[in-house]
């Protein structure tokens, strides 16, 4: 893909209207059906230039959200000052027509205040990600995971907060269980900021939100799903199908293990890429289209290090249902 020195945005980027598009709950939100996720490709050790490339692609085929961490990178808050190079450059004319997610819960600095969900934690980070974004504000703050060990109504009085001060537009939560996510929704509804979305890992292989009653909650109850690592990271692609590749993330260990690709999954991936083959599909293409066919899902998140490869993901768009 040949960048533009100067981008402006496709006229064409919504000319699929509404089939881009699922309603997050019954909020006034609608969310691709493929949201562009910034966990890695996007860090400080990632060339600034490709991943210029893949979200000029991604927002001039109607993909608005992006959906980022403080500690993504790396190193950390680096995926978030890419972000921030990229409105300067690119995207600043179009603010308004970008939902931008970012999330505080898991490390990012030294010392007792800069993990898990205090008060101080929370707020701290997020100033800290709207400098590196040079954003006024976020469309989307999630707490990033579950803490145990702090006061639920700490951790979601300081989101309540967050809005009021207009940091944020509307709040999110991920990898909480169950009954925090009821305790949640219950908190944030009497005060009049209800829980737009749950982010989880989902996936033809990981079922947890749908086997711990997660995604029938939320769509019961009006709460958006977005599905994160739909591909299990990489495992659902044709990538292991006839053994490990040298340049793969399990073959250095790094975020994906050799343990993981047991026999019996092996068997199944090999069982499932029959099936998309059946459906003229890829693997992956059949992965993605299997999530958002699942009730109560309202968008899936899709990294990328490839404008080749996000056109790929988004055809499940247009896939067949099961």
């Not at 509404?18 to 939100?29: E, F, H, M, P, W």
């Not at 931008?100 to 898990?116: H, L, S, V």
């Not at 090999?270 to 992956?284: G, I």
Request: aromatic fraction near 12%.
């Amino acid at each position: 893909m040949e960048l533009k020195e100067k981008y402006t945005a496709d006229a064409h980027r919504y000319a699929d209207g509404d089939a881009l598009y699922n309603r997050c709950g019954k909020s006034g939100v609608l969310l691709p059906k493929v949201s562009l996720g910034f966990w890695h490709n996007f860090g400080g050790v990632d060339p600034y230039e490709r991943s210029r490339a893949i979200t000029h692609y991604a927002f001039d085929h109607g993909i608005t959200h992006f959906d980022l961490a403080n500690n993504y990178g790396p190193p950390y808050g680096s995926a978030e000052e890419t972000m921030g190079r990229l409105m300067r450059d690119d995207f600043r004319p179009y603010r308004d027509e970008l939902f931008i997610a970012t999330k505080a819960g898991f490390d990012m600095w030294e010392g007792p205040y800069g993990n898990w969900g205090s008060r101080k934690y929370l707020m701290a980070s997020l100033d800290q990600s709207l400098k590196r974004m040079g954003l006024d504000y976020v469309d989307l703050f999630y707490s990033h995971r579950y803490d145990p060990a702090t006061p639920l109504e700490e951790t979601l009085q300081a989101m309540v907060d967050i809005v009021r001060q207009g940091k944020a537009l509307y709040l999110g939560i991920s990898n909480w269980p169950l009954e925090a996510l009821k305790f949640a929704d219950r908190y944030l509804r009497e005060r009049d900021v209800p829980l737009l979305i749950y982010q989880g890992r989902l996936n033809m292989i990981d079922r947890a939100p749908q086997e711990e009653g997660i995604l029938d909650y939320c769509h019961e109850h009006d709460i958006g799903f977005i599905s994160y690592s739909p591909l299990a990271q990489g495992l659902l692609t044709d990538r292991y199908l006839n053994g490990i590749p040298a340049d793969s993330r399990m073959a250095k260990e790094r975020s994906l293990k050799h343990a993981a690709l047991t026999p019996e999954l092996l068997a199944r991936l090999k069982r499932w890429n029959e099936q998309a083959s059946e459906r003229d599909e890829t693997l992956a293409e059949m992965a993605l289209a299997w999530i958002l066919h699942q009730k109560g899902v309202t968008s899936v998140l899709v990294g990328a290090s490839s404008t080749a490869q996000l056109e790929k993901n988004m055809k499940c768009v247009h896939a067949k249902t099961f």
